[in-house]
């Protein structure tokens, strides 16, 4: 076992390192106090658009339940007094204006395309089968009526993008 000396005692490297990192935070104090309070901004900011985000999930929610509410709504006389329509053609009348103005309102969210898919079911079942289709083109990842549906399947061979360059035929002159 090694004998600590007196002079080891007076140094040392923990009591070094605490008074230099004093040193550091006091001269630096204007620099680290608007950097906290920087980063205090934006841990708010984060937080509050979570928050804000969520509250507009759930009135979302609560918009697609009561239009979802429309569509299963009974054709006509309610037995437990709720919501009902005297004809499947007014039912279907308010079901469409529920769900367009839904997706219309909340386009880009999960509950505006489930509202489109709803417009185009409701359009579907009334014989309407050339608008649903069109609806529902807009979506990312659908085709449409020019996109080529493998590679090279509607492209000129020259201009598609896998095409090898095409030989040279000989014409024959008779």
């Given at each position: 076992?090694?004998?600590?000396?007196?002079?080891?005692?007076?140094?040392?490297?923990?009591?070094?390192?605490?008074?230099?990192?004093v040193t550091f935070f006091e001269e630096h104090q204007k620099e680290i106090a608007?950097?906290?309070?920087?980063?205090?901004?934006?841990?708010?900011l984060v937080i509050g658009y979570g928050y804000y985000q969520r509250r507009e999930?759930?009135?979302?929610?609560?918009?697609?339940?009561?239009?979802?509410?429309?569509?299963?709504a009974p054709v006509g006389p309610s037995a437990s007094g709720g919501l009902s329509?005297?004809?499947?053609?007014?039912?279907?009348?308010?079901?469409?204006?529920?769900?367009?103005?839904?997706?219309?309102?909340?386009?880009?969210?999960?509950?505006?395309?489930?509202?489109?898919?709803?417009?185009?079911?409701?359009?579907?079942?009334?014989?309407?089968?050339?608008?649903?289709?069109?609806?529902?083109?807009?979506?990312?990842?659908?085709?449409?009526?020019?996109?080529?549906?493998?590679?090279?399947?509607?492209?000129?061979?020259?201009?598609?993008?896998?095409?090898?360059?095409?030989?040279?035929?000989?014409?024959?002159?008779?």
């Open positions: 076992m090694a004998r600590i000396t007196r002079k080891e005692l007076k140094s040392d490297k923990f009591a070094l390192e605490v008074g230099q990192t608007r950097y906290a309070v920087v980063a205090a901004t934006v841990g708010l999930h759930g009135i979302r929610q609560q918009a697609l339940t009561k239009a979802v509410e429309v569509q299963e329509f005297p004809t499947q053609e007014a039912k279907d009348r308010e079901a469409l204006r529920v769900f367009t103005d839904l997706r219309n309102k909340y386009s880009g969210t999960d509950e505006g395309e489930i509202a489109e898919y709803y417009v185009g079911a409701v359009k579907a079942d009334q014989g309407s089968w050339r608008r649903p289709k069109r609806a529902s083109s807009k979506w990312p990842g659908r085709a449409t009526r020019n996109t080529p549906r493998w590679p090279n399947s509607r492209w000129p061979r020259s201009t598609s993008p896998r095409a090898a360059p095409m030989p040279r035929r000989a014409r024959c002159e008779s």
